[in-house]
């Protein structure tokens, strides 16, 4: 099973339905609304990640030293083993993901650690330059394969299967080798650098749209349009990947395409937001970048609202 950050968020988003994810969660979220009945989050009984987790990267393609560091930033910008220091920080967004853990066992606060793993580089192209799917899991698999979410990112000239047609990245599962005799089963992503490709479909909102109000795109907080919407489809899917790593944790919808943690809140950035809208963030006063979340090393970035499943609502950070 795997689930998608889907590209057509701005046609969807003028039919007041999903950016995330395929036509028939779509139609569901049609029908939902013609009933007003709320979106309930429902939990499947699958387990949920918990315990130590390493977040490995598998850069694929060409990527300058400097965007990686944009990537890396935020994964170790994740964790909360370090003291908050503003409320609008990466790690205070990740601890809203605790409140799915606290609903299977109230007594018992989220047992999920997130740190950065190894990080592999081919630069090479050692499966050509247009990956299938099944491609994306074999490079996947080559992180470590317990404990660990594997990453894979491939660059802007790097062709994925349904790339800009239907996706902007994925999440899934996949089962690994043996290790001491067990097999496990491993949790892996996969995103795109859409900058050249379709930047209008996958790094909005800082890039023109290619359907929808045309509102000027914001500045990229990391002054590069596509890793800053890597990011943005990155946090989506590690949210999703904690919350529903095997396909039977926490989603609405069909399982084929579901609504999960952020992909249930799209377009949704700040307070006030609305369809071609991101809401009321933050502005860096040197800069002009848009943000809502301070990182690792001075970074700034942009993340998607999470859903409160206590609330059911959107929450986001400014």
Known sequence: MASFVSTHFFLQLLLVISFFHFSSAARRLLESDETQQPLLFQYHNGHLLTGKIAINLIWYGKFKPSQRAIISDFITSLSTSTPLTAQTSVATWWKATDKYYHLINSKKPSALALSLGTQIVDETYSSGTSLSNQQIVALASKGGQKNAINVVLTSADVAVEGFCMSKCGTHGSSKGASVDGKSYKFAYIWVGNSETQCPGQCAWPFHQPIYGPQSPPLVAPNNDVGLDGMVVNLASLLAGTATNPFGNGYFQGPKEAPLEAASACPGVYGKGAYPGYAGNLLVDPTTGASYN?????????????????STQTCSTLV
């Open 293 to 309: 979340a301070n990182g690792a090393h001075g970074r700034k970035y942009l993340l998607p609202a999470l859903f409160d499943p």
